[in-house]
């Protein structure tokens, strides 16, 4: 029996953590870009998916792609399918998930983002049909009502994208996203998952339409693949950021 693939996977490193000028001139201050480092983690982070794909042998028509609405991950989307290389991998569309976007942090940077009709002007990827499982209400208290967010994001994923042997999600989102959807899906506390770097992936699996995923050991917050993390996106997790 084939399994089906959860791939969670933060944005890379962030322009404004390096030249934090930018905000002061900035239209949409809260919703940065990425920075080189990061465009270049992203590709290499879609290089070393397209490998382990490549692999299993799964398909373009396979793979489902959520992100984020914001542009960092958006970017960071848009970088790593851009590796792809299976037939018909230029088909691929990314699908603007509110479910899954940034913390309500209380600098209202939700209110900076464009619509998604706007963003498909420069980004033709993305599937501006797309209506998200759920919007997040706000505000938004931190964990306490960020973590039933993301359990319910999950339970809604398992709903909509039923397992199918050998069908793969990628779902690009940011670093307390990835350790509270990881955690869900497991069906573990938020304490079991490891910190999120820039462009880290995790990665669950099931055989069966069983509410609770697999975490796979060897793809935990993995960052291996790419060549520099930099000095100014840090891995993070809940208990704050941790340089290493």
Same mark, same amino acid.
């Given at each position: &029996?084939?399994?089906?693939?959860?791939?969670?996977?933060?944005?890379? /490193?962030?322009?404004?953590?390096?030249?934090?000028?930018?905000?002061?001139?900035?239209?949409?201050?809260?919703?940065?870009?990425? !920075?080189?480092?990061?465009?270049?983690?992203?590709?290499?982070?879609?290089?070393?998916?397209?490998?382990?794909?490549?692999?299993?042998?799964?398909? %373009?028509?396979?793979?489902?792609?959520? +992100?984020?609405? #914001?542009?960092? =991950?958006?970017?960071?989307?848009?970088?790593?399918?851009?590796?792809?290389? &299976?037939? @018909?991998?230029?088909?691929?569309?990314?699908?603007?998930? /509110? !479910?899954?976007?940034?913390?309500?942090?209380?600098?209202?940077?939700? !209110? /900076?983002?464009?619509?998604?009709?706007?963003?498909? =002007?420069?980004?033709?990827?993305?599937?501006?049909?797309?209506?998200?499982?759920?919007?997040?209400?706000?505000?938004?208290?931190?964990?306490?009502?960020?973590?039933?967010? =993301?359990?319910?994001?999950?339970?809604?994923? @398992?709903?909509?994208?039923?397992?199918?042997?050998?069908?793969?999600?990628?779902?690009?989102?940011?670093?307390?996203?990835?350790? %509270?959807?990881?955690?869900? %899906?497991?069906?573990?506390?938020?304490? /079991?998952?490891?910190?999120? %770097?820039?462009? +880290?992936?995790?990665?669950?699996?099931?055989?069966?339409?069983?509410?609770?995923?697999?975490? =796979?050991? &060897?793809?935990?917050?993995?960052?291996?693949? &790419?060549? !520099?993390?930099?000095?100014?996106?840090?891995?993070?997790? #809940?208990?704050? #950021?941790?340089?290493?």
């Amino acid at each position: &029996m084939g399994f089906q693939s959860l791939y969670i996977i933060r944005h890379g /490193d962030r322009y404004d953590y390096s030249y934090p000028e930018w905000r002061e001139r900035a239209n949409r201050p809260g919703d940065p870009p990425l !920075s080189d480092l990061g465009h270049a983690q992203a590709r290499e982070t879609g290089e070393y998916l397209n490998s382990l794909l490549a692999e299993e042998n799964i398909l %373009a028509e396979d793979i489902t792609v959520l +992100s984020s609405p #914001f542009l960092r =991950c958006i970017q960071t989307t848009t970088n790593i399918l851009s590796q792809f290389t &299976m037939e @018909n991998a230029h088909q691929l569309r990314i699908k603007p998930e /509110d !479910s899954v976007w940034e913390i309500d942090s209380g600098h209202d940077a939700h !209110s /900076d983002l464009p619509t998604v009709v706007e963003r498909g =002007c420069y980004f033709p990827r993305l599937d501006v049909e797309h209506e998200s499982l759920f919007v997040p209400n706000f505000p938004e208290k931190f964990p306490e009502e960020f973590v039933p967010r =993301c359990t319910k994001a999950v339970a809604e994923l @398992n709903k909509k994208y039923t397992y199918q042997p050998r069908s793969v999600l990628l779902v690009v989102t940011h670093a307390a996203g990835c350790i %509270a959807l990881a955690a869900s %899906a497991a069906g573990v506390h938020t304490d /079991d998952i490891n910190a999120a %770097a820039p462009c +880290s992936v995790t990665k669950l699996s099931r055989s069966s339409n069983d509410e609770i995923w697999k975490l =796979c050991d &060897m793809y935990h917050g993995y960052k291996d693949h &790419m060549s !520099s993390l930099g000095t100014k996106t840090w891995p993070w997790h #809940f208990s704050g #950021f941790i340089k290493d």
